[in-house]
């Protein structure tokens, strides 16, 4: 299938459903088979499909099954392109589906295409000698044994092939310590690089002598079956034993192939979810035993199955293969520590098959993400049972005969939980016995809270809630058997019932099938739609808002008059393919790193501090230039012998390129100065050489979260902003009853932790001198390439004239490259100054995520009143919140972080009476910076929040609770700015919410899902239901101008300029549209080739979803330019001339061809002055606080609904369905916003389910130094896989939304469908509720919600247990980094 094969591919900013439509056009079986669907079965085992009360049955896996069918129905009769129902307005919907029919246009498309020699280019490029099986020549001279010696600077080593196992364990007794070499103690054996490629790129390992043994040695790689055993070579992949054990399930179901199968199916099953397919294709059984990783998902599988290691050496090279047997349970004997001589090598692991009845092994895994995820808690359980002699009172039982349970993660080892096994063993075969033995559990695996890896609680909850779920599959399985058995006529004792609602906790998602996504994408008609351009540059409205089917209609019909006209070529409203699209696809986009090498390029590596709260005493630079290849070290001093000015910084310059000495150090990995050299690796080996000492180190006083920055009241004070409307709310939160109606009051606190950016390019520049280093290009991945020209000329003392920033594309930016990819262009520029010479810093993906900062914890604390009408009704009263932020050891751009966050905490609400304060607090963490929403995401968030407080306080519906509140035309937000048309335009989401609540029959979901919790103890749903309106305009007011640079040429093609950066946003497609439109010409003639400051100057940073309003209309008013100075030539050539005949005809005139175009926001629909006083005389009509201005110029709004089920004895969740609807205008290019909301959605769920940042603090003490950030890369920090995409996701665009106030009519969609992820959020704290109780009151659950977080607000006997009576159960709070 498919979906087994896609793990391991990591790109959540395109929402993945757009990777999945492309995979199946080239999938021949691309959707599920009626056949498969009827595989669905319910309690009574029978298949839903092949029931005879089919049509009747109520139960939930029929009506999915009945579900399933129709969407088959559905996606084969249609639904792709210019499908779905009806709008509003009458006008038929275009709908962008994954629907059967779009996929297979996409096939037939790609078939017509091409050619039969480009399909076949992969074998063409491919040696012929390598492809035919015939030539043996070539075979004996891959078999060859092979040793190849790295000579060069970077040390390599030697490598070994050998091709026989003689010929291997020579080597491993040779070179293994002890043996006769003098290089010996350092052989490693390297079969899929898996583990020796971190060891040496991470832990900067140096193996003097590898071995990869040929494919020849046959004992290694083979996997074959006898009559009692699997037999499986140490060095077979682990892709190949899947696919093993695969066929082994999928035989003809003969009575002599039950065992294989029942042996199989565990293996195969933990080994689909173990890492990933580009990892199981080359990783080896024999490596991960070795390796002895505590946290291995198949070590503990083969000591429960009882699996037996063949160890092999070569004591003497004249004497024969030693092997020894040794169990692999007993193999483990401390952290990364195995019983193995260092000659010996795996060969070979056997492992016993199952009985054919009445013996059963499960798997179980839990991680932070289901798909290519270490375990946090992994385990293999295998039970025997048999049936008991008659008792006393004449009945007959089952009994334990043997079990094997291991773990792994809950010890420095995988281990055996032997007291609970001698617990079970011999012990009847129920519930009460398995009871007794998750006590005997609980004590065996008691760790204390700063266990390395922490999670104590949960782990420890984990193995519990296995253990009950094996009780609970084995009972499954037990009835299997003894149902086969009885129609053959033999007798056995009755079977232990479990009661019904447990009968869900049997399974969990490591045995289920992975989901496909599909989903549907709705927008409007396409149409050409006038905005702003009509009032700003004078053009004339001839839109007439007709949908492009219209326009086109109507010009088929003019042309049939004998009046000659012109085709007009509509861009504007036409899903037209992002402009690097096929780049992207082939791989042939250029980023900075892809750059062809200049001559005598140098590579930079940057020195980091190992610890902070210390001062940096002295750099002694030497040990890294004795180094040969390393061409120069440079520190601050160096900076200051150029004259240039070291200090940097957004807003104050509190920040250094390079630290100097004295200075102190405020983070772990601040930039100490940078190496260069020859190599990538010299340079990282060079600055690992550079000594650094510390002095006045203090590290355990080191500030790290915002309670510990409250307690040390560590703040910007001076940026601290505060935010009044209505009366004074702490005499109004004091009242219990306003106007004789009842007041009810709720106070709490909300915490949201911090996002790794996650860009799939990592900060990278590429800095080049010339006219002897007075001049230098910078080609930077940056947002902001004046910011970046600016400090590059400052720290080298170079004129901003003489420095050129140039971006071509960036791979990603989120808000990260904002200010943060600042330091290395300088770190670049000054290394590239002083040598005279090329350089090249790209920064690994660790350091990256290490220094750069990401998005701001947020800690809110709350007080609010709500008043209770006399028809029931919850009105909002009055506000006060007080809002924190985690800033980092620089202020960076934390205030207006925090500013956003204070314009969105109403969110779609109207609170009469409300008070705000933010404040950024100063810690040791690396700087905190601009991400996906720049602060409002946290702020919505904290409303989302009090709005459930309230509905769970005043126990009423939290959707009617949220519609009753909803802003109305003429009411304000708490900064003074009205809804309506002419202030913010139209108010759409309270009809957006009505659209939705209805298609999607809200309530009826909601009641079924309450309905399945009824009937489920172990796996409950939720249901969340958000709206969001999201401010568009930088809040700063001086940033909202762009400007943009316009050439025609003569051949009719028109090239385009402008401030804005491409970051796969689709911003430069989207002007070429505007420019295409204004011209008149096909979109393929407008090209966009870089942004460059010797081009368009003084630019302002892509941020704050503003580039297309901002870049959109620069454009198109330089094009108005050159449209007016060629009008007259135009009038006097024929109607029908083209615009190469015009532009060459105006070029002989000498009219100029180029334009600069400028726009900037209105002066009263941008800034805010948070300190304005009220001025005499201002209008007492008007909203307090609209004298400090008009912070944003629209809104864009949006509503989501998701669904989810979550796994409450482990804490996994899966997205059932998501709907989202946006209001983003009238669309310049409606796919690429569909697609921007897709990645918002799925990056913003990702931030509030399973992206968790870690630093080392008072809860996690077992990091190492304090404030060190402990998620610095993919193993440890996890953004949303294929597997966590909602398995219906729709997405659809609001008709009829026109917008007066930008170019086109559209809406800014970058960060506005980001908080709509968190419709995930509120869904999983839905179905947390229904787990804990449906009573069980308010209770403060934090994001992201990982499965920690999850499984240990269920609150069930298991969790409570294992929490400890010593702590307040139904408050508990996992650990967390804020």
Known sequence: YLEEHLDGNLCRCTGYRPIWDAARSLVSCHHHSEDDLEEIRGPCGVKCGECPERESCEMDCNLESKKQMADVAANDNGGGCCGGSGSESGNEKCCSSSSMDKIQQYQQIIESKHSEKWWDQPNDMFPDELLRDDEKSVHDELSKPLKVMDTSIHNGGTWYTPNTLEELLDLFREFSSGGSSSSGGGIKMVVGNTEVGIETKFKHASYPTMVHPSKDIHTLHDIFSTEDCYHVGGCAALGDLQEFCHSEMTSDGEEANRRHERTAKPIHDMLRWFASTQIRNVACLGGNLVTASPISDMNPMLCS??????????????????????????????????????????????????????????????????????????????????????????????????????????????????????????????????????????????????????????????????LHRFYL???????????????????????????????????????????????????????????????????????????????????????????????????????????????????????????????????????????????????????????????????????????????????????????????????????????????????????????????????????????????????????????????????????????????????????????????????????????????????????????????????????????????????????????????????????????????????????????????????????????????????LHALDVRLYNNGGCKFDLSGPVMDRALFHVDNCYFWPNFHSVGTSCKTSQPPHTAFRGFGGPQGLLVAEHIMDHFATECNVSGDKLRRDNMYSLQDATPFGMRFGDGFTGMWNVPGMWDRLEKELDIPGRRQRAAEFNKKNKWIKRGVGFIPTKFGIAFTAKYMNQGGALVHLYTDGTVLVTHGGTEMGQGLHTKVCQVAAQAFNIPLDHVYVNDSSTDKVANTIPSAASMSTDLYGMATLDACQQILKRIQPIKDSLSPDATLKEVAKKAFFERIDLSAHGFFALDNDRCGYDWNKDRPEGFPADLPDNAWKGHPFNYFTQGVAMAEVEIDVLTGDHKTISADVLVDVGSSINPAIDIGQIEGAFIQGMGWATIEEVIYGDDDHTWIRPRARMHTTGPGTYKIPAFNDVPESFNISLLENANNPFAVHSSKAVGEPPFFLGCSVFFAIKDAITAARGGDCGYFEFRLPATSERIRMACSDDIASDCIGSDRDQSSFQPHGSF
């Not at 030693?322 to 492992?351: A, H, L, P, W």
């Not at 995988?414 to 007794?436: H, W």
């Not at 559990?441 to 104590?456: I, K, R, S, T, W």
């Not at 007080?863 to 029931?872: F, P, Q, S, Y």
């Open 305 to 466: 199955l009882g699996a037996t290691l063949v160890l092999a050496s070569r004591p003497k090279s004249d004497g024969g293969v030693v092997r020894r047997n040794v169990k692999v349970s007993d193999f483990f004997i401390g952290y990364r520590t195995v019983e193995k001589e260092d000659m010996e090598v795996i060969e070979r692991v056997d492992i016993p098959l199952l009985q054919d009845r009445f013996e059963y092994c499960i798997p179980f895994k839990q991680a932070r993400r289901r798909e290519d995820d270490i375990s946090i808690v992994t385990s293999g359980m295998r039970i025997k049972l048999r049936p008991a002699a008659t008792t006393d009172n004449g009945g007959r039982h089952w009994e334990i005969e043997d079990v094997a349970i291991a773990f792994g993660g809950m010890a420095p080892k995988t281990v055996m939980a032997r007291n609970t096994m001698d617990a079970l063993i011999g012990k009847p075969f129920d519930l009460n016995s398995f009871e007794d033995a998750r006590k005997v559990l609980q004590d065996e695996f008691q760790m204390p809270d700063d266990v390395p890896g922490g999670q104590a609680q949960y782990r420890l909850t984990l193995a519990c809630s296995f």
């Open 473 to 875: 599959n084995c009972v499954e399985e037990l009835t299997k058997d003894v149902a086969a058995d009885e129609t053959e006529g033999v007798s056995y004792p009755p079977v232990p019932l479990i009661e019904n609602d447990e009968e869900c906790g049997v399974g969990g998602f490591v045995g289920v099938k992975k989901p496909s996504i599909t989903g549907l994408q709705i927008y409007p008609e396409p149409k050409v739609a006038m905005g702003l351009e009509v009032e700003h540059l004078g053009m004339k409205d001839e839109s007439s808002d007709l949908p492009l089917a219209a326009v086109a209609a109507a010009a088929a019909k003019s042309s049939l008059s004998d009046k000659p006209t012109k085709q007009k070529n509509n861009s504007v409203g036409q899903p037209a393919t992002h402009a690097s699209g096929p780049l992207h696809c082939t791989g042939e986009a250029i980023y900075i790193d892809d750059i062809p090498a200049p001559a005598n390029l140098l590579h930079g590596s940057l020195i980091l501090a190992s610890k902070c709260h210390a001062t940096l005493a002295s750099i002694d630079v030497e040990p890294a230039l004795s180094i040969p290849g390393v061409a120069g070290v440079f520190t601050s001093e160096d900076i200051e012998r150029i004259g240039g000015d070291n200090k940097m910084g957004p807003i104050l310059l509190d920040d250094f390129t390079f630290l100097p000495v004295g200075e102190k150090v405020e983070f772990v990995g601040q930039v100490l100065g940078i190496v260069v050299a020859a190599s990538q690796e010299i340079a990282e080996k060079g600055a690992r050489a550079v000594a650094v000492e510390y002095t006045d180190d203090v590290e355990g006083k080191a500030i790290v979260s915002i309670e510990d920055a409250i307690d040390a009241e560590s703040f910007w004070t001076d940026f601290r902003h505060e935010m009044k409307r209505g009366g004074n709310v702490d005499e109004i939160l004091n009242e219990s009853e306003v106007d004789g109606k009842r007041h009810v009051i709720v106070e709490g606190s909300m915490r949201s932790g911090g996002q790794e950016h996650f860009y799939l390019e990592p900060n990278s520049t590429l800095a080049v001198p010339s006219e002897s280093a007075t001049n230098l290009t910078i080609y930077s991945s940056t947002q902001a390439p004046t910011k970046t020209q600016d400090f590059c000329a400052r720290v080298t003392n170079t004129p901003a004239a003489k420095v050129v920033v140039r971006m071509k594309r960036m791979g990603g930016g989120f808000g990260g490259k904002e200010t943060r990819s600042v330091f290395v262009a300088t770190a670049a520029a000054v290394s590239a100054k002083l040598m005279n010479r090329p350089v090249r810093v790209t920064l690994n993906r660790d350091t990256d995520m290490a220094i750069t900062g990401g998005r701001h914890a947020f800690l809110a604390k709350y007080k609010a009143g709500a008043i209770v009408e006399e028809d029931g009704t919850i009105k």
